[in-house]
């Protein structure tokens, strides 16, 4: 990877056992758009803000909200681009792994493999690290789902989690609201409420997006007007 | 080697300063801004119009080859704002790619496809220590068989999305303030009207009129799907319907 005059690395240890680097690439992120996601008993949500720079810019030609494979779907904060790259990466790596094993990819599979691209990373000659967090969100035979995977490259799996820039108080909110038995449509309310929390400005069909993956194993990125009826629900 | 804690190097390269930006992307957006050229583009109801200042920095230069404004493929355009010699960098390479497109698939390489190739090359120079980012920021533009006339923005930090109408350069800001007001209501602009919008968007945050040879205009059609580069007489025609409409 990358040029042999930059064949060191360049996230190296400080005095103080950090790397700095990655810690810099946290900030990135915390200065990203706020996202969130949530487990429920029978099922996952994930849900993130969608902010562009100008009104001028096509909201139909933008999704934040990417599905990996059909029964999983990721959202991130952070970075768009390098964002695209690990997409990317991710779907090829499940592709491989159905031509290998004929079976589609169990979702801690491929959260390792794409924890382990983005350890890389902070490892390889001449690259930085990738200044994304991602929240994966997937439903197989071990049920529904949830990890979030760090610029650093390592990976939990959570009950629910938010990142990007109002992580504190998404958390404090999701940590009162969260229920073990939760189902899957309450939990869209929960985080469309999370949202509106740290939103500024109205929020509507069009300024936020959500994915969710039910019992029927298929991820789906909600449309517009399908997020303006869980928007009014939830008033 | 006393990296990694920036040491002055998250300035060189690209890698995280300590509050998590890319100082190299942030500087290649300022080359495109100290270029000194103003691009808008306008997308209506079945064309997209580009344009661009035409600056000849000297009179012995031959006018016609200097020139921002680059077919990639009969149904493709691209419009450069910012370092010319990195512009025809990244334009060869994109003629390339929608070359081998055609050729591996059979059918043309739509808008959005190439505006996200080009956005991606450019995310790789934003994360590998060996290669800058390009300093210059592109506008597609072409007709998609689904989706009807298209108009991305690529820029050096690999952003890439769709407009209504966007631009580039010096004057960004001003202009986008500009179309903004324009565009608000999601008005369906005719063909003329496109071409006048961009032009006079540009007059106006420009604060000058033009000849017809100060200024580049490259239009895709729904109703003949090329890309075409407007001739100096056809630029007249819009510039005096322009200053008969006001």
Known sequence: ?235 | MSRGSGGGYDRHITIFSPEGRLYQVEYAFKAVKAAGVTSIGVRGKDSVCVVTQKKVPDKLLDQTSVTLLFPITKYLGLLATGITADARALVQQARNEAAEFRFRYGYEMPVDVLARWIADKSQVYTQHAYMRPLGVVAMILGIDEEKGPQLFKCDPAGHFFGHKATSAGGKEQEAINFLEKKMKNDPEFTYEETVQTAISALQSVLQEDFKASEIEVGVVRKEDQVFKVLSTDEIDEHLTAISERD
């Open chain 1, 1 to 235: 990877m990358g040029d042999s005059q930059y064949s060191f690395s360049l996230t190296t240890f400080s005095p103080s056992g950090k790397l700095v680097q990655i810690e810099h690439a946290l900030t990135a992120v915390g200065s990203g758009q706020t996202s969130l996601g949530i487990k429920a008993s029978n099922g996952v949500v994930i849900a993130t803000e969608k902010k562009l720079p100008s009104i001028l810019v096509d909201e139909a030609s933008v999704q934040k909200i990417q599905t990996l494979t059909p029964n999983i779907g990721v959202v991130y904060s952070g970075m768009g681009p390098d964002s695209r790259v690990l997409v990317r990466k991710s779907r090829k790596q499940a592709e491989q792994y159905y031509r290998l094993y004929k079976e589609p990819i169990p979702v801690t599979q491929l959260v390792r493999e794409t924890a382990t691209v983005m350890q890389e990373f902070t490892q390889s000659g001449g690259v930085r690290p990738f200044g994304v967090s991602l929240l994966v969100a997937g439903y197989d035979d071990k049920g529904p789902q949830l990890y979030q995977v760090d610029p650093s490259g390592s990976y939990f799996s959570w009950k629910a989690s938010a990142m990007g820039k109002n992580v504190s108080n998404a958390k404090t909110f999701l940590e009162k609201r969260y229920t073990e038995e939760m189902e899957l449509d309450d939990a869209v309310h929960t985080a469309i409420l999370t949202l509106k929390e740290g939103f500024e400005g109205q929020i509507s069909g069009k300024n936020i997006e959500i994915g969710m993956i039910g019992n029927d194993r298929i991820f789906k990125v909600l449309s517009p007007s399908e997020v303006e009826d869980y928007l009014q629900e939830a008033e």
